[in-house]
Protein backbone atom coordinates (compact mmCIF):
# COMPACT_ATOMS: atom_id res chain seq x y z
CA UNK A 1 0.00 0.00 0.00
CA UNK A 2 1.17 3.43 -1.16
CA UNK A 3 0.26 6.58 0.19
CA UNK A 4 1.24 9.98 -0.99
CA UNK A 5 2.15 13.39 1.45
CA UNK A 6 2.18 16.78 0.55
CA UNK A 7 5.13 17.69 3.22
CA UNK A 8 7.44 20.67 3.99
CA UNK A 9 10.27 18.23 5.04
CA UNK A 10 11.47 14.69 4.09
CA UNK A 11 12.77 14.58 7.95
CA UNK A 12 9.71 16.03 9.45
CA UNK A 13 7.75 13.27 7.88
CA UNK A 14 10.16 10.53 8.19
CA UNK A 15 9.77 11.13 12.43
CA UNK A 16 6.39 11.61 12.49
CA UNK A 17 5.69 8.08 10.23
CA UNK A 18 8.11 6.08 12.44
CA UNK A 19 6.32 7.21 15.56
CA UNK A 20 3.20 6.04 13.98
CA UNK A 21 3.75 2.92 11.90
CA UNK A 22 7.59 1.76 12.30
CA UNK A 23 7.23 -1.75 12.08
CA UNK A 24 5.01 -1.59 9.07
CA UNK A 25 6.90 1.22 6.67
CA UNK A 26 8.85 -0.61 3.91
CA UNK A 27 10.15 3.29 2.62
CA UNK A 28 9.79 6.18 2.35
CA UNK A 29 10.69 8.21 -0.84
CA UNK A 30 10.62 11.91 -1.72
CA UNK A 31 9.40 12.82 -4.89
CA UNK A 32 9.95 15.73 -5.82
CA UNK A 33 9.48 19.72 -4.06
CA UNK A 34 7.39 18.94 -1.17
CA UNK A 35 5.93 15.50 -1.67
CA UNK A 36 6.47 11.65 -0.62
CA UNK A 37 5.68 7.95 -0.98
CA UNK A 38 5.03 5.84 1.83
CA UNK A 39 5.13 2.18 1.06
CA UNK A 40 3.29 0.44 3.37
CA UNK A 41 2.95 -3.37 4.29
CA UNK A 42 -1.09 -3.31 4.54
CA UNK A 43 -3.99 -1.44 4.12
CA UNK A 44 -4.90 -1.41 7.87
CA UNK A 45 -1.77 0.57 8.51
CA UNK A 46 -2.23 3.21 5.73
CA UNK A 47 -5.79 4.08 6.83
CA UNK A 48 -4.47 4.22 10.07
CA UNK A 49 -1.87 6.99 8.75
CA UNK A 50 -4.21 8.94 6.79
CA UNK A 51 -6.50 9.65 9.79
CA UNK A 52 -4.26 10.50 12.36
CA UNK A 53 -4.72 13.88 13.72
CA UNK A 54 -0.67 13.98 14.15
CA UNK A 55 -0.19 15.66 10.21
CA UNK A 56 -2.73 18.07 10.80
CA UNK A 57 -0.25 20.10 13.43
CA UNK A 58 2.22 20.34 10.65
CA UNK A 59 -0.63 20.93 7.90
CA UNK A 60 0.99 17.65 6.15
CA UNK A 61 -1.78 16.40 3.68
CA UNK A 62 -1.88 12.59 3.89
CA UNK A 63 -3.82 10.54 1.45
CA UNK A 64 -4.11 7.72 -0.58
CA UNK A 65 -3.92 7.86 -4.56
CA UNK A 66 -6.84 6.71 -6.09
CA UNK A 67 -5.01 4.10 -8.87
CA UNK A 68 -3.72 2.37 -5.68
CA UNK A 69 -7.73 1.45 -4.33
CA UNK A 70 -9.81 0.88 -7.40
CA UNK A 71 -9.47 -0.07 -11.24
CA UNK A 72 -10.84 1.51 -13.87
CA UNK A 73 -11.69 -0.40 -17.34
CA UNK A 74 -14.20 0.09 -20.26
CA UNK A 75 -16.78 -2.50 -21.85
CA UNK A 76 -18.01 -1.68 -25.45
CA UNK A 77 -20.92 -2.95 -27.32
CA UNK A 78 -23.71 -1.59 -25.05
CA UNK A 79 -26.59 -0.93 -26.57
CA UNK A 80 -27.41 2.99 -26.00
CA UNK A 81 -31.04 2.44 -25.07
CA UNK A 82 -30.65 0.36 -21.81
CA UNK A 83 -30.32 3.18 -18.82
CA UNK A 84 -27.84 3.09 -16.25
CA UNK A 85 -29.90 2.33 -13.19
CA UNK A 86 -30.94 -1.25 -15.84
CA UNK A 87 -27.24 -2.17 -16.09
CA UNK A 88 -26.52 -1.42 -12.91
CA UNK A 89 -29.28 -4.00 -12.08
CA UNK A 90 -27.78 -6.46 -14.43
CA UNK A 91 -24.67 -6.21 -15.00
CA UNK A 92 -22.69 -9.02 -12.94
CA UNK A 93 -19.25 -9.26 -12.25
CA UNK A 94 -16.20 -11.77 -9.84
CA UNK A 95 -15.49 -7.86 -8.71
CA UNK A 96 -17.11 -5.55 -6.97
CA UNK A 97 -18.12 -2.70 -8.87
CA UNK A 98 -18.16 0.27 -7.72
CA UNK A 99 -19.23 2.99 -10.36
CA UNK A 100 -20.74 2.60 -13.90
CA UNK A 101 -21.00 5.48 -16.55
CA UNK A 102 -21.35 5.81 -20.25
CA UNK A 103 -19.27 7.70 -22.20
CA UNK A 104 -20.15 10.46 -24.79
CA UNK A 105 -19.02 10.78 -27.66
CA UNK A 106 -18.50 14.12 -29.25
CA UNK A 107 -19.53 14.96 -32.67
CA UNK A 108 -19.15 17.97 -35.22
CA UNK A 109 -21.96 18.66 -37.85
CA UNK A 110 -21.77 22.35 -39.37
CA UNK A 111 -19.17 23.26 -36.96
CA UNK A 112 -21.38 22.63 -34.12
CA UNK A 113 -20.28 19.95 -31.48
CA UNK A 114 -22.94 18.03 -29.98
CA UNK A 115 -22.53 15.21 -27.24
CA UNK A 116 -24.07 11.80 -28.01
CA UNK A 117 -24.58 8.60 -25.77
CA UNK A 118 -22.03 5.89 -26.78
CA UNK A 119 -22.09 2.40 -27.03
CA UNK A 120 -19.15 2.44 -24.28
CA UNK A 121 -19.22 2.00 -20.66
CA UNK A 122 -16.59 3.07 -17.75
CA UNK A 123 -16.72 0.89 -15.07
CA UNK A 124 -15.11 1.30 -11.72
CA UNK A 125 -14.08 -1.73 -9.96
CA UNK A 126 -13.22 -2.12 -6.02
CA UNK A 127 -9.66 -2.97 -5.54
CA UNK A 128 -6.68 -3.68 -7.51
CA UNK A 129 -8.03 -6.34 -9.64
CA UNK A 130 -9.65 -6.17 -13.20
CA UNK A 131 -12.46 -9.04 -14.11
CA UNK A 132 -11.52 -10.13 -17.47
CA UNK A 133 -15.45 -9.77 -18.29
CA UNK A 134 -18.47 -9.08 -17.26
CA UNK A 135 -22.08 -10.64 -17.77
CA UNK A 136 -24.77 -8.24 -18.84
CA UNK A 137 -27.93 -10.35 -19.26
CA UNK A 138 -26.39 -13.37 -19.39
CA UNK A 139 -24.20 -12.24 -22.26
CA UNK A 140 -20.23 -12.20 -21.84
CA UNK A 141 -18.48 -8.53 -22.50
CA UNK A 142 -14.68 -8.43 -22.61
CA UNK A 143 -13.43 -5.65 -19.93
CA UNK A 144 -10.46 -3.56 -21.75
CA UNK A 145 -8.59 -1.80 -19.06
CA UNK A 146 -8.44 2.37 -19.02
CA UNK A 147 -5.44 3.74 -17.72
CA UNK A 148 -6.55 6.38 -15.04
CA UNK A 149 -3.56 8.35 -15.11
CA UNK A 150 -3.48 9.08 -18.87
CA UNK A 151 -6.93 8.11 -20.21
CA UNK A 152 -5.72 5.94 -22.80
CA UNK A 153 -7.09 2.49 -23.64
CA UNK A 154 -4.35 -0.46 -23.45
CA UNK A 155 -5.03 -3.72 -25.19
CA UNK A 156 -6.35 -6.27 -23.26
CA UNK A 157 -3.69 -8.74 -24.51
CA UNK A 158 -0.81 -6.77 -22.73
CA UNK A 159 -1.58 -6.49 -19.44
CA UNK A 160 -1.88 -8.70 -16.78
CA UNK A 161 -4.89 -8.93 -14.48
Given at each position: MYIRINLPYISV???????????????????????????????????????????????????????????TSIVKGIDQSLSLECLKDNIRSPVKILEIQRLNQRMTVNHETTYISSRTLYIKFVRQSLSKDIIL???????????????????????NI
Open positions: LSKIVSEIANANILFIKQLGSGKAIVKIRSAKTANRLVINTTFEKYKIRVFISSYRIFRFNAKYVVERMCLRSGFVTCATEW
